[in-house]
């Protein structure tokens, strides 16, 4: 009987744990459902906005990939409207491959061991069966016992990118293949651009408990009041303008804005977000330290229930790298063609010039051998005239030489055929320096004489520096071969030529009988080489002289410079050949660059 009335005992405990249990797993998944559906719908109106207008598609699924809440990019990118698939499982809607979803799956395993889901890139299928290329990457969402409730995903489209990327590498294979030089340049931009590229598209702010995904993009994202009045900023706020987040909230927006941009710009801007539409646009601002940087900017205006504008939302994205990277590809595409049209030229004018050349050659040697032969029958007219034979044909032969001035042609005609050898000599030199720059070299570093390769560029840049400028070259013969890259050190010595041949003009103005010097010096100073070049221009003026390297800077009128040649020499010397390039320059007096390469491979 005990045992009996102990088993009787028994069973009811064990039920009713069960039954708890089973109340406490319902009440644990209804509570995570709360919480994922709190993360977008339990917000303030505004962080619903930035969720709804995020150029990313934004997805919250719980810990079984079920689809909790999403916005509208994903029907703006894929053409799935979001009430289709909300309440699917992830793996079940169709956007993914077979291929993938073994891939998806793993990946969303693994998010169960951290807070963040690394970023990685996987194709999308859209309604239309058209594959496009998408960037995932996400955080996981805990409730106030940081227990893991579900995942928030960003997709970012980045078709167009890995479109770009493929445009730039058949552009670095003909530079390559054709004119050699630049390979090492392109070969930095692809990278680098591929870098900006990831990170361009805007992200909107999102609200508080989005914060995480925000604040690991490296687009800015600002609050501020209908004022302008910075509420919030994110970590990369302080990246793009060195502002920090806590020194800018409570600041005005206009603690960014510079002179590049006129009243009616502003007024303009101002007008659109107070009547509650978007701007978008292009901005020139200056950072914390006054260096001026370009940006894309979105403004967007939050209001209340009541349609009243209560805040603003601007994402932002520094643009200045990648105007730097365009204008640098453009050039490459152009010097592509120049070095084709140079190389083409040089072999047409070789041609000609060699059997020129050797026909003036031929004809010097032989008219010695004539004059020679002249010099004899004159002899031999004055022996017959002399002796008073065969008069008429003497007399003819007197009114015959007369006519004919031998005796100035035995003059000129040898001072015509040497001009026609110095000009020959010339062309033939000329021909030399646009082949030797218009065909640099490899990608590799290659041992060149510096002098011979300034001598080259001094002579393709001639009609830049021969209206203004005369040119002084005081080279050392005894200078070491140096590492370089020659097209790339080719295009440095032109930017500095051509840049002091400016600086004279403005100088001397229209005065054609007045010219200024340029002067080029070579020398060895320890273990580098230095090359100063100089000139008798304006100087450089003490409010700019710590602007002139960076990008897109320049006094020259519009049309007349991209600010792009001292910055892109900055990033030859320095980062590519480890060398250095400085300046000593007085107003009004002239400017020297000095540029000092190791003779040493770094």
């Not at 309440?87 to 491959?97: C, Q």
Request: contains cysteine.
């Amino acid at each position: 009987m005990n045992n009996e009335k102990k088993q009787n005992n028994k069973r009811p405990n064990t039920k009713l744990k069960n039954e708890q249990n089973k109340d406490k797993e319902i009440e644990q998944n209804k509570s995570e459902k709360t919480i994922l559906s709190d993360t977008v719908c339990g917000q303030s109106q505004k962080y619903k906005i930035v969720f709804d207008l995020s150029p990313d598609a934004i997805i919250l699924i719980d810990n079984k990939g079920v689809i909790c809440e999403l916005n509208n990019r994903i029907y703006d990118w894929l053409g799935y409207y979001p009430a289709e698939i909300k309440g699917k499982n992830l793996l079940d809607i169709p956007f993914f491959s077979e291929k993938n979803k073994a891939f998806i799956l793993k990946k969303f395993s693994q998010r169960l061991t951290g807070d963040y889901i690394k970023p990685y890139d996987i194709e999308f299928i859209t309604t239309d069966g058209i594959i496009k290329i998408g960037r995932i990457r996400g955080t996981v969402i805990k409730n106030e016992s940081n227990y893991i409730v579900g995942t928030i995903i960003l997709i970012s489209d980045v078709t167009e990118m890995i479109e770009v990327e493929n445009k730039l590498k058949e552009v670095r294979d003909k530079l390559e293949e054709r004119v050699k030089e630049r390979t090492r340049e392109l070969h930095n931009i692809n990278e680098e651009l591929r870098r900006e590229i990831a990170e361009r598209k805007k992200i909107e702010i999102i609200q508080e408990r989005l914060k995480a995904a925000i604040d690991q993009i490296h687009e800015a994202v600002i609050i501020t009041d209908k004022e302008g009045t910075i509420q919030y900023a994110n970590p990369a706020f302080e990246t793009i303008t060195g502002f920090t987040p806590q020194g800018a909230t409570g600041k005005n927006f206009r603690i960014l804005i510079s002179d590049k941009h006129d009243r009616n710009f502003y007024t303009s801007l101002w007008n659109t977000i107070s009547s509650g539409k978007v701007w978008s646009g292009k901005f020139t601002n200056n950072k914390k330290d006054g260096t001026l940087y370009h940006e894309e900017l979105t403004i967007s205006p939050v209001m209340d229930e009541s349609g009243t504008i209560i805040n603003y939302v601007a994402v932002k994205r520094d643009i200045s790298q990648q105007l730097t990277l365009e204008t640098q590809l453009r050039q490459a595409q152009m010097l592509e063609s120049i070095g084709q049209l140079a190389a083409g030229i040089a072999h047409e004018i070789n041609t000609p010039t060699q059997y020129v050349g050797d026909n003036t050659r031929f004809m010097k040697d032989t008219v010695n051998d004539i004059f020679t032969l002249l010099d004899t029958y004159k002899r031999l007219y004055n022996a017959v005239k002399t002796e008073s034979l065969f008069p008429e044909l003497t007399d003819e032969l007197e009114k015959k030489i007369v006519d004919s001035d031998i005796d100035y042609l035995f003059e000129e005609i040898p001072n015509a055929i040497d001009q026609t050898l110095e000009g020959i000599d010339r062309v033939t030199k000329i021909v030399r320096a646009m082949k030797e720059f218009s065909n640099p070299g490899t990608e590799e570093k290659t041992a060149i004489d510096i002098n011979r390769a300034i001598e080259s560029t001094i002579t393709v840049a001639r009609n830049e520096w021969k209206y203004v400028a005369e040119m002084v070259t005081d080279f050392d013969p005894d200078l070491p071969l140096v590492p370089c890259h020659p097209g790339e050190f080719n295009q440095v010595i032109l930017n500095i030529i051509i840049n002091a041949a400016h600086a004279i003009s403005n100088v001397v103005g229209d005065e054609t009988q007045k010219k200024g010097t340029i002067t080029i010096r070579t020398s060895k100073e320890n273990n580098y080489v230095i090359i100063r070049i100089s000139d008798t221009g304006t100087g450089i003026p003490e409010d700019i002289r710590t602007k002139i390297f960076d990008p897109f800077f320049t006094t020259k009128e519009v049309g007349k410079g991209s600010g792009q040649g001292l910055s892109i020499s900055y990033n030859v010397i320095v980062e590519k050949h480890k060398g250095s390039i400085t300046f000593d320059t007085e107003t009004g007096k002239g400017t020297t660059f000095i540029i000092c390469l190791p003779v040493s491979a770094h």
